[in-house]
Nanobody
Framework: QVQLVESGGGLVQTGGFLRLSCAATGPVFKIERAAWYHQAPGEQRDMVATITSDSTTNYADSVKGRFTISRDITKNTMYLQMNSLKPEDTGIYYC??????????????WGQGTQVTVSS
């Protein structure tokens, strides 16, 4: 079945950078709108960035100018480049995407999450 597999999290100092990846595996035909979400400890999951099938992007105010969402259609992979990281960026990052499978079905999917920790 279709799965979203995330990677790239880790521990970084304030002002540092990380690049998260989210690869769609399995019988993937096409990926529509994709997004990254952030869940800080004890908080709800909030949208960070979205990208549509025509590569239109949208960002939460808290990350504008620091984070960049992108996609590589040939690899069925989405990315989140995170620069100028702050301690409040700490948390689990999840990717989500609406995926058309080669079997003809369309479902939203979530990745397993990847931990990002920004030390002060």
């Amino acid at each position: 079945q279709v799965q979203l597999v995330e990677s790239g999290g880790g521990l970084v100092q304030t002002g540092g950078f990380l690049r998260l990846s989210c690869a769609a595996t399995g019988p993937v035909f096409k990926i529509e709108r994709a997004a990254w979400y952030h869940q800080a400890p004890g908080e709800q999951r909030d949208m960070v960035a979205t990208i549509t099938s025509d590569s239109t992007t949208n960002y939460a105010d808290s990350v504008k100018g620091r984070f960049t969402i992108s996609r590589d259609i040939t690899k069925n992979t989405m990315y989140l480049q995170m620069n100028s990281l702050k301690p409040e960026d700490t948390g689990i990052y999840y990717c989500s995407a609406v995926v058309h499978s080669t079997r003809g079905d369309v479902f939203p999917h979530w990745g397993q999450g990847t931990q990002v920790t920004v030390s002060s």
